[in-house]
């Protein structure tokens, strides 16, 4: 029996059919950070965990996130900023929330994501669940989903 016509994907032989692929997903970016460039604001960073300035520390994390860097440069910056964010004590989440502008509470959440999602940041779940747990006391579900609509990663 021949093949049933009904069920030929037309479109796949159609070159302009408007197929995405996972290259189409990436936004350009029309520079690329380096490590050496991120170096003295996770040096940064880390200073103002260790300090006891949470508020300051995740501010910084959030303020402009390394989106256009390459995939080592990003783990070796989200290594600092899951540092930070476990420094924080568990009766200041909620007070640096807050203070927090929405657009830093998605990208909080970015890393939050990413964090349940590699080795190391799984291993402090307990902490990533409870940042998760207050940014949706606070902003709703809203920064949730940007995450999701967001295609820049952290």
């Given at each position: ?80 900023v ?37 080795p ?35």
């Amino acid at each position: 029996m021949e093949a049933d016509w009904r069920r030929i994907d037309i479109d796949a032989f159609d070159p302009e059919s408007g197929r995405l692929t996972a290259a189409d997903l990436v936004p350009p970016y029309e520079t690329t950070v380096t490590l050496q460039e991120l170096q003295p604001r996770m040096n940064q960073l880390r200073s103002l965990a260790t300090s006891g300035d949470s508020l300051g520390a995740v501010q910084l994390l959030t303020t402009d996130p390394p989106y256009s860097a390459d995939a080592p440069t990003k783990e070796q910056y989200f290594k600092s900023v899951l540092e930070a964010l476990t420094q924080v004590r568990q009766a200041d989440i909620g007070n640096v929330i807050k203070n927090l502008s929405d657009s830093q509470r998605d990208v909080l959440v970015k890393y939050l994501y990413k964090g349940m999602s590699v080795p190391q940041g799984q291993k402090q779940g307990g902490v990533l669940l409870a940042w998760l747990e207050r940014i949706t006391q606070v902003s709703g579900v809203t920064p949730i989903v940007h995450y999701i609509s967001d295609r820049r990663t952290v």
